[in-house]
């Protein structure tokens, strides 16, 4: 018995049908990825220059054709973003994908995503575009390096403080985004998520509501890195490392948010109460047993500062 990488549940082939019908009512099969992982890594340089999405990370565009029953790379007017296996890293892809999913069960809104079965037998993380509408429409959004004037090469030299004071600035209902902030903070400590810079924060405009995006990149750096040394990309009440429940929940949430004691409560009871969850989903992911173990080891010392 199979597991589907679109939905986790156990299936007869690559995919169960559940999984096809996530990424279409019409998909009744969906044929590998044409490419094998350097293959992709290879049209990912290849393509570099002519697509508007850029990182460290390789990354294709894509389009679903539900003729072909199969994702096809194209230059423009792509609808999902495809990041096929690094060379110098270990599955991240499965990493991403599962950390996603953890970051949905805690109540963040994240696009439609999921792993896909390449030539090679080896798996390639893929994430619906929230930038697109229709077959050529897009939404506008600026990453918070751009809201800060600063680029890729200035991402890190920020704060959690100015990441907040740029959702007061921009967004149309602050408050609420601020809720979702700490959520979002506060989740990327809990599964060692230590690159959170200012590309990783965007704000999307919806007609006349400008709020922050569905949430993206996020995956456990602490077991991919070789020798990590901080626990948040921007620092939080002047800190990197060795962060504190204090910090999140008195000086973050209570003194630089503004939040009340009952939306902290709710979102710590929140994570609290997802755990068993988080770790079922754990157990059934996509890693291997050795990066499941390391995964959870950052689970356990990271809730034990916070809820213990």
Not at 81 to 105: C, G, H
Not at 235 to 254: H, T
Not at 287 to 302: F, I
Request: charged share 25%; net charge positive; aromatic share 8%.
């Amino acid at each position: 018995m199979n597991r589907c990488p679109l939905t986790y549940e156990p299936c007869e082939g690559l995919y169960s049908q559940s999984g096809l019908k996530r990424l279409s009512r019409q998909l009744t099969n969906l044929q590998p990825l044409s490419f094998t992982s350097l293959e992709l890594r290879q049209e990912a340089a290849a393509r570099s220059q002519k697509m508007s999405i850029q990182g460290v990370q390789p990354k294709l565009s894509a389009r679903l054709q539900i003729k072909k029953q199969q994702f096809i790379l194209v230059d423009k007017n792509g609808q999902y973003i495809l990041k096929p296996q690094i060379a110098d890293y270990v599955q991240v892809p499965e990493n991403e994908d599962l950390t996603m999913r953890l970051a949905s069960l805690a109540g963040i809104e994240v696009p439609l995503h999921g792993l896909l079965h390449g030539q090679d037998g080896e798996m390639t993380y893929f994430i619906k575009r929230f930038d697109r509408v229709g077959h050529k429409g897009k939404r506008h959004v600026e990453d918070f390096a751009q809201l800060g004037g600063r680029n890729r090469e200035t991402k890190y030299r920020s704060s959690m403080e100015q990441v907040a004071k740029l959702i007061e600035t921009f967004c149309t209902f602050p408050a609420v985004e601020k809720v979702k902030l700490l959520r979002l903070t506060l989740f990327s400590f809990l599964v060692g998520n230590e690159d959170m810079h200012l590309k990783n924060f965007s704000i999307i405009r919806n007609q006349d509501i400008i709020s922050l995006t569905p949430a993206y990149d996020l995956l456990n750096t602490t077991i991919i890195l070789p020798q990590p040394e901080e626990e948040l990309a921007l620092p939080l009440n002047a800190r990197k490392n060795k962060l504190r429940r204090e910090d999140f929940l008195e000086y973050f949430a209570r003194d630089r948010l503004g939040l009340t004691e009952r939306i902290i409560d709710k979102i710590t009871t929140d994570f609290a109460n997802i755990r068993p969850q988080w770790e079922a989903l754990l157990d059934v992911s996509f890693l291997s047993d050795k990066m499941k173990e390391k995964y959870l080891q950052v689970v356990n010392e990271r809730f034990a500062r916070i809820f213990q």
